[in-house]
């Protein structure tokens, strides 16, 4: 040990084996969070922004939209940390051996009862912001909304990997 502590050689070649080996692991994770999108909540500001370019919103019409998106926003809030305690009690019957089929299905239906709240939730939110808009921006904002759906948790895994 002490041999190669003192061999200016071999201790720059463990120095740049580190540094390859980091700048590495680095473009490995930039590249790989690049390839899956960018999954961060994006702040109402950003996405108020965005519809303001967009769709070309008036002041009475972002500052209607800040307040459904709000509103949105605490529902989801709320309906997400149901579905969320919801799924935790699914799967830890996974620890229990053996499970009755009942329960399982119980659980399942219970899940699925919250994602569709959620998925109405949703779509009454969409509804609102489309009826703000004019004939004109409907449209526009009908697209925006096909995209943001494609945009799903499920619907975000690189092509090669989806259906398999």
């Given at each position: 040990?002490?041999?190669?502590?003192?061999?200016?050689?071999?201790?720059?070649?463990?120095?740049?084996?580190?540094?390859?080996?980091?700048?590495?692991?680095?473009?490995?994770?930039?590249?790989?969070?690049?390839?899956?999108?960018?999954?961060?909540?994006?702040?109402?500001?950003?996405?108020?922004?965005?519809?303001?370019?967009?769709?070309?919103?008036?002041?009475?019409?972002?500052a209607?939209?800040?307040?459904?998106?709000r509103?949105?926003?605490?529902?989801?809030?709320v309906?997400?940390?149901?579905?969320?305690?919801?799924?935790?009690?699914?799967?830890?019957?996974?620890?229990?051996?053996?499970?009755p089929?009942?329960?399982?299905?119980?659980?399942?239906?219970?899940?699925?009862?919250?994602?569709?709240?959620?998925?109405?939730?949703?779509?009454?939110?969409?509804?609102?912001?489309?009826?703000?808009?004019?004939?004109?921006?409907?449209?526009?904002?009908?697209?925006?909304?096909?995209?943001?759906?494609?945009?799903?948790v499920?619907?975000?895994?690189?092509?090669?990997?989806?259906?398999?």
């Open positions: 040990m002490k041999r190669l502590m003192n061999n200016p050689r071999i201790l720059l070649r463990l120095v740049i084996l580190l540094l390859i080996s980091n700048i590495a692991l680095a473009a490995f994770h930039y590249y790989r969070s690049r390839s899956y999108g960018d999954r961060s909540p994006r702040s109402n500001e950003a996405i108020e922004a965005e519809m303001k370019k967009e769709l070309g919103l008036t002041e009475k019409q972002a209607e939209f800040r307040l459904l998106l509103d949105n926003r605490d529902k989801l809030k309906l997400g940390g149901d579905l969320r305690q919801s799924k935790k009690e699914y799967y830890s019957l996974l620890q229990r051996s053996p499970v089929d009942s329960i399982v299905q119980a659980r399942n239906s219970s899940i699925a009862e919250k994602q569709s709240a959620l998925d109405r939730q949703m779509f009454s939110h969409f509804q609102q912001v489309r009826s703000l808009l004019t004939e004109k921006q409907q449209p526009v904002y009908d697209s925006m909304v096909m995209r943001m759906i494609s945009r799903s499920w619907s975000r895994r690189p092509e090669s990997n989806q259906g398999k």
